[in-house]
């Protein structure tokens, strides 16, 4: 089993790598790669945390007087210009605000032209680069670093971050340390959102549920005091899907999408805050609808996402003993497909809704009806 980093590992130093809660042996890896000047590459999914490690990492690097354990001291001149956020010698390369991807013309300015620049204040200039996305840094932009990433000077120090390897150039990776961060444990989650001065034990324990295991969905839905109401309100409309009219399904979808002082907007169009909140909404009824699942087939290891709710999860069961959870799941997520897909919005939530009445009651209903063939 993992040895876990407790809060009192952790101590008062923010910038220490004993702030990056998660199993020791991934801190091991961390500590190794410091030593190494091959470029780091950091793999994690969204909300894993990868930017706030690569600034421990860069903490380190640039520490005056760093541990072989713990990393940056947290009290040099270093630790304390990085701590506010003015640090000469850290060059953070991401697409410019409103911009996608990062200009190949930025590549060249803040790193080729720096790169033989001695540090100005530290020992080392890191640089840390975002290839996040597919677009983030594209392939002129990857290959302006290359050179850059195999010759430089001894003080120079690179960490990228990525979401997915294979998107980089195989002579990227071929050039980089590939360091992946896992999924944490719930225990971890909570020690994270302790940390971050979240002490409601409801808003805590509801980021556990629906993080996944992912720190930056957890501080962000701990963080949202919406969400906890969003819940509610959408479990009570998943579990009227079992047994309200069509006409239900249609309209009653709506109403989560208004504003939490129950207003509707003005016009027929469906406004951006909307449109984003609909990705929570179906992020909470593909939950649902696998919970349902997970009861229905007794799956042995089978980890109920809205434990708290099994009791009315089971009643329905109980109730409705011909629903089908599965496909209403899949229908879910090919909406959410769909959707990010820039399909037409009402007609894909239309069909969504009066799928999920029938697979949710029990009707016989044609798999291509509602779901593509590929996922019947």
């Not at 998660?22 to 950091?42: F, G, K, N, W, Y």
């Not at 399904?249 to 003005?266: F, M, Y």
């Amino acid at each position: 089993m993992s040895k876990q980093v407790t809060s009192t590992d952790m101590g008062c130093n923010a910038l220490s790598l004993r702030s990056i809660v998660c199993a020791e042996e991934l801190l091991d890896v961390l500590r190794q790669s410091i030593a190494d000047p091959t470029p780091i590459l950091l793999i994690g999914e969204e909300g894993s945390g990868k930017h706030y490690i690569a600034m421990r990492l860069a903490a380190a690097l640039l520490c005056d007087e760093p541990d072989d354990k713990d990393g940056a001291c947290g009290y040099c001149p270093s630790c304390r210009s990085l701590a506010q956020g003015e640090h000469f010698d850290l060059i953070e390369l991401e697409p410019e605000e409103g911009k996608k991807t990062i200009a190949v013309a930025n590549v060249r300015e803040q790193v080729g032209s720096t790169l033989h620049i001695f540090p100005q204040l530290s020992r080392r200039r890191v640089y840390i680069i975002s290839a996040i996305k597919d677009d983030t840094l594209n392939e002129q932009g990857q290959n302006a670093l290359l050179k850059p990433l195999e010759e430089h000077p001894e003080f120079v120090r690179f960490i990228l971050l990525t979401e997915d390897p294979e998107r980089l150039l195989p002579t990227i990776r071929s050039r980089s340390r590939m360091i992946h961060l896992g999924r944490r444990s719930d225990q971890e989650i909570r020690t994270i959102l302790e940390h971050n001065k979240e002490t409601d034990c409801s808003s805590v324990e509801l980021a556990v549920l629906y993080a996944e295991g992912l720190p930056g969905q957890a501080l962000a839905i701990a963080g949202d005091k919406d969400f906890q109401e969003l819940r509610a309100e959408v479990f009570d409309f998943f579990l009227r899907l079992f047994c309200e009219s069509r006409v239900f399904a249609l309209t009653g979808w709506q109403r989560l999408l208004q504003d939490r002082d129950g207003k509707a907007k003005a016009g027929t169009k469906l406004q951006k805050h909307e449109r984003m909140r609909m990705n929570d909404v179906l992020r909470l009824l593909e939950s649902f609808s696998r919970d349902l699942l997970v009861l229905k087939e007794e799956i042995p290891q089978g980890k109920l996402v809205n434990s708290d709710l099994e009791q009315s999860l089971r009643a329905v069961l109980e109730k409705h003993p011909a629903t089908d959870p599965l496909r209403a799941a899949l229908l879910i997520q090919q909406t959410s497909r769909a959707l990010s897909a820039n399909v037409l919005f009402d007609h894909a939530v239309a069909r969504l809704m009066l799928g999920l009445r029938h697979y949710l009651s029990g009707q016989a209903a044609p798999n291509h009806v509602y779901l593509h063939e590929t996922l019947g």
